[in-house]
């Protein structure tokens, strides 16, 4: 944002603190409604649906010790059987994971169990600065689409693999040409971009991932962990697929899942 509102004179520090006004909205219970539905589309459950989760969603409410005017319950229309958490107060389940308790192929304790697995990342404030998070990222997240976009046209060549290796070299070239030329701050700012580039996606996988084994012990803690092992193997159905973001993202495998609940599960395996 600064280097595209550099030209704009006494107009860039008011756009700057604006944009990042807008984000802290997000933090605000009327900020997150809206952002939650406009960044995620969560929306608020029908009729049938709000009766086939409310037994569930008082259950989780009552075993996670979450009062019920601190956080909403959403529906998320999607193919995949999922579930999320979302800035402080926010927690949805895919109309698909909804249809698969109806036909049975989730039990109810089950999906107790993946509820209490997001109310457990509220509990311990994994998700509160997601949604601030995504708002000051996307002038990054823009550029870089657009550059993996122009450069996957110019390459010929769809597969990220093939993008990102011609973004680096472009990236590459363009230091060494600014050193070259004695532009030390630009070749420095673009070598800065290229390695956070690289390091804040590990970073970010990094602390979702823990986030995960977190929340899993906080529903083992509360009894459930056999059930949410249940729910996973069934999420994933035999594949490598985790529940809630992409792998990279946020999630480990459901196997490494599986075995760390199971092992903190009371009754489970001692740990060595």
Do not use: K
Request: aromatic share 6%; with cysteine.
């Amino acid at each position: 944002m600064a280097v595209a509102t550099a030209g704009l004179g006494p107009w860039t520090a008011p756009i700057l603190l604006l944009w990042v006004g807008f984000g802290a909205v997000g933090l605000t219970r009327a900020g997150e409604r809206v952002a939650v539905r406009v960044a995620f589309g969560f929306r608020p459950s029908s009729p049938a649906q709000a009766a086939a989760l409310a037994p569930l969603w008082a259950a989780a409410l009552r075993l996670s010790g979450t009062p019920a005017s601190e956080v909403s319950l959403y529906v998320q229309r999607s193919g995949q059987p999922n579930a999320y958490a979302a800035g402080g107060r926010s927690v949805a389940v895919t109309s698909r994971a909804l249809e698969d308790h109806r036909a049975g192929r989730l039990a109810a304790e089950q999906m107790v169990a993946v509820l209490v697995h997001e109310l457990g990342h509220h509990a311990t404030r994994a998700t509160q600065p997601m949604l601030i998070a995504i708002w000051l990222a996307a002038p990054w997240r823009m550029t870089a689409r657009l550059l993996t976009g122009l450069a996957g046209v110019l390459s010929g060549r769809s597969t990220q693999r093939a993008v990102r290796t011609v973004v680096m070299c472009g990236i590459t070239v363009a230091v060494v040409r600014a050193v070259q030329q004695g532009h030390w701050m630009v070749g420095g700012v673009l070598g800065a971009l290229a390695l956070f580039a690289v390091i804040c996606p590990l970073a970010d996988a990094a602390v979702c991932r823990r986030a995960e084994f977190v929340a899993d012990r906080f529903v083992a803690d509360h009894g459930l962990g056999p059930e949410l092992a249940t729910a996973l193997r069934t999420l994933s159905d035999g594949s490598s697929t985790t529940l809630g973001w992409s792998r990279l993202a946020s999630h480990p495998p459901s196997e490494r899942r599986i075995s760390a609940i199971l092992t903190a599960a009371p009754g489970g395996p001692s740990r060595p």
